[in-house]
């Protein structure tokens, strides 16, 4: 659910490994996009009060269920993102679905200080944060499903990196924090080891697993493709968190292979 920046390349990544892709979107001008990659699309929306679309033949032609699905919480936009989440959940429980991957935020762990694993409690400071915790329980405490929860860090890929919304800001806070990043082609791999490998009731941290300071990394992002370079002020020296993809990597076995975006990671 959800074939945007994320979910249209991992759908297409999986038909090349031989899955039959079924995929939604809020829009029927992107029908013939979604048909030309070998998607089959089902035009649905959701929102806080109900369900546009068949959602009802949508999960019943499938067998896994990818919820990719962001809150909607920035500028104007005050959507209560658990109630959609209960109402698709409702709609999941009348089906005969019982394989589901929720795709997360390490938000969730919100203003921890230091290292931070699967084990870490979550105490999110943000409403999108908060809402996403109570989106992971919903499906979580559903005995009847097989709910495996993946909190990426910040997203990058090609067109898209942090850098360019904060090129040019000044007095910036908290410059010798640590990034917790993590590359498309790494999020679509680690959906695709789950599925391969049927790791299910699992929750997973997702971020590239070597780090170096906010600082040094949008300075040198923000030369790179000649943008003013963000100014961050002298404060505090107050630690900020590393997330580790601790279970991914130590458990698992993963290994993540984007390096492009950290060409300057110095530890």
């Known amino acids: 659910m959800g074939c945007g920046w994320f979910g249209l390349p991992l759908a297409i990544a999986l038909i090349k490994k031989g ?17 030309k990659e070998g998607i089959k699309p089902y035009v649905i929306s959701c929102t806080e009060n109900e369900i546009i679309g068949d959602i009802s033949s949508f999960l019943e032609s499938i067998d ?8 909607k919480l920035r500028g104007n936009s005050n959507e209560n993102y658990e109630h959609k989440m209960r109402l698709l959940h ?19 762990y919100g203003d921890h200080i230091g290292d931070v694993t699967e ?4 105490k999110p400071s943000t409403s999108s944060g908060k809402q996403l915790l109570a989106a992971e329980k919903i499906y979580k405490n559903d005995s009847y499903l097989k709910t495996t929860i993946v909190r990426f860090g910040g997203l990058v890929g090609e067109n898209r990196n942090p850098v360019t919304v ?11 924090h640590p990034i917790n990043l993590i590359h498309l082609d790494d999020c679509i791999r680690i959906i695709s080891a789950i599925l391969k490998n049927a790791w299910w009731n699992e929750t997973f941290n997702g971020v590239y697993p070597k780090y170096c300071s906010k600082k040094d990394y949008y300075t040198r992002e923000a030369r790179k493709r000649g943008l003013p370079v963000p100014i961050y002020k002298t404060d505090a020296r107050v630690a900020g968190k590393k ?9 698992k076995g993963f290994k993540f292979l984007t390096t492009t975006f950290y060409t300057y990671t110095t530890k």
């Open 166 to 176: 904060l090129s040019g800001k000044k007095d910036l806070a908290n410059g010798h």
């Open 119 to 122: 084990t870490t409690l979550p």
């Open 90 to 108: 409702q709609k999941i429980v009348d089906s005969s679905l019982q394989k589901l991957i929720f795709i997360s935020s390490t938000s969730v």
């Open 19 to 35: 899955y039959q892709v079924y995929g939604t979107t809020t829009s029927f001008a992107k029908i013939k996009t979604l048909q």
């Open 243 to 251: 997330i580790h993809s601790e279970v991914l990597l130590n458990v």
């Open 64 to 71: 896994v269920l990818v919820v990719n699905i962001p809150p």
